[in-house]
Nanobody, 115 residues
Framework: QVQLVESGGGLVQPGGSLRLSCAAS????????MGWYRQAPGKERELVAA???????NYADSVKGRFTISRDNAKNTVYLQMNSLKPEDTAVYYC?????????WGQGTQVTVSS
């Protein structure tokens, strides 16, 4: 089992920044990928950014150049730095970890971009 605890969501004005954090605990060895998804009201959950361990980093086209995903191995934490936020970035953001083909999810953190 892998446990994920997210933090860092909130209300921000358009053009502002937020940083999300996701701390992993439990059986964290041999994690294959770590990433962030989001789900807006009435829409399907979508990939925002992901790190495929030892291989690549992927971003949704809508966030390229604005969001940055990073990982602190010592703290078993993955971050999502979000800059130049837009109202359309408003959603619940979920941390995701894949280990041996199984997906684990955090509880979600709300990000609201509004003036």
């Amino acid at each position: 089992q892998v446990q994920l605890v997210e933090s860092g969501g909130g209300l921000v004005q358009p053009g502002g920044s937020l940083r999300l954090s996701c701390a992993a605990s439990g059986n964290i060895f041999s994690i294959n990928a770590m990433g962030w998804y989001r789900q807006a009201p009435g829409k399907e959950r979508e990939l925002v950014a992901a790190i495929i361990i030892g291989r690549s980093t992927n971003y949704a086209d809508s966030v390229k150049g604005r969001f940055t995903i990073s990982r602190d191995n010592a703290k078993n934490t993955v971050y999502l730095q979000m800059n130049s936020l837009k109202p359309e970035d408003t959603a619940v953001y979920y941390c995701n970890v894949v280990r041996y083909g199984l997906a684990y999810w955090g509880q979600g953190t709300q990000v609201t971009v509004s003036s």
